[in-house]
């Protein structure tokens, strides 16, 4: 028999995220300030979707109420605005050592503004998709880049709360890897909180415990939340799969699309796992990598013998 709860299953995406996108475009339209407007909109969208995922959760056991790491996870989100900060700061200092059109205006000026928003938004997803599916498969592949990104797939649950368990170097990391060519074309503002925007209503959605049933073409195409639990599957420490933050078009162009109603998901989290669970060891975590796989791996060892 059909429950209520899988009913309601069908509406969590369309109603969350198309609500919260149309709550940005009204908001904006009656001339809020769009930064804070976003930020309020992000923090009431998480605390929404927390409430949300203790009602209707997609697996019982994952419960954020019993995660030891819920405040680390809002300490390192919010550290991120920080590793943004340093990340902007990087690019303007940047683009004054190249000089020219860079140095004086901030940008070549080559962006189409004359298009109309969605389609300029278009253009900003495609090349955000582009930049960030490269720097996300670059930290599962390189050895040198994994410890800065190897915090936010260590977790033993899926939540609301590691959408923004991230390194606050993640931060630094993307803006200047993938908000730079946006800057350096000249993107108006407006296009980069859009994008701004469809990353984190995205981000909240894709890491929640919130059930959420869709139909299969939809997972080939946009980055879901069972797309992305498969992206932080065990399995996949090594190798990596469903890469891309926006739309699954990359996946797809350079083998890395797997379909998540094809490969049931068993456990989420990294092997091996060297990060300790206190905040100011995994804040130090990048730098102390080479100590923390020592000190794994002697944990292994002495476990196994
Ligand atoms: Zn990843
Ligand atoms: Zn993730």
Redesign the pocket.
């Known amino acids: 028999m059909v429950s209520i709860k899988s009913i309601l299953a069908w509406l969590t995406w369309p109603v969350v995220f198309v609500g919260q996108l149309a709550a940005f475009d009204r908001a904006l339209s009656l001339g809020f300030d769009p930064g804070l407007t976003l930020l309020a909109l992000t923090v009431a969208n998480m605390a929404l979707i927390a409430v949300l995922e203790l009602w209707l959760p997609d697996r019982p056991e994952w419960v954020w109420t019993r995660d030891g790491q819920v405040v680390n996870d809002i300490v390192h989100g919010v550290g991120n605005v920080f590793g943004d900060g340093l990340g902007r700061n990087a690019l303007t200092i940047l683009f004054a050592v190249i000089g020219g059109k860079l140095a004086a205006q901030g940008n070549l000026g080559f962006w189409p503004s004359a298009w109309p928003l969605w389609g300029q938004i278009l253009v900003a997803v495609l090349i955000v998709d582009f930049f960030d599916y490269w720097k996300h498969r670059a930290y599962h592949a390189w050895a040198i880049a994994w410890p800065i990104h190897a915090l936010?797939?260590n977790i033993d649950r899926m939540t609301v709360f590691?959408?923004i368990?991230l390194h606050f170097l993640e931060a630094t990391v993307r803006a200047v890897v993938v908000y730079s060519p946006l800057v350096v074309l000249g993107a108006p503002a407006e296009v980069m909180l859009w994008i701004a925007a469809l990353m984190t209503f995205g981000?909240s959605l894709?890491?929640s415990n919130l059930a959420q049933n869709l139909p299969r073409f939809v997972h080939a195409m946009l980055p879901t939340q069972k797309t992305?639990w498969l992206?932080?599957g065990k399995d996949y420490t090594n190798g990596g799969c469903n890469f891309s933050p926006l739309t699954m078009l990359f996946d797809h162009l350079f083998g890395t699309f797997r379909h998540p109603l094809d490969e049931p998901l068993d456990e989420v989290g990294i092997v091996p796992d060297p990060i300790p669970a206190n905040l100011p060891a995994q804040l130090a975590s990048p730098l102390l990598w080479p100590l923390l796989m020592w000190r794994a791996k002697r944990r292994r060892h002495g476990a196994l013998s």
Do not use: A, I, Q, S
């Open positions: 936010h797939h590691k959408g368990r981000g894709n890491h992305h992206h932080h």
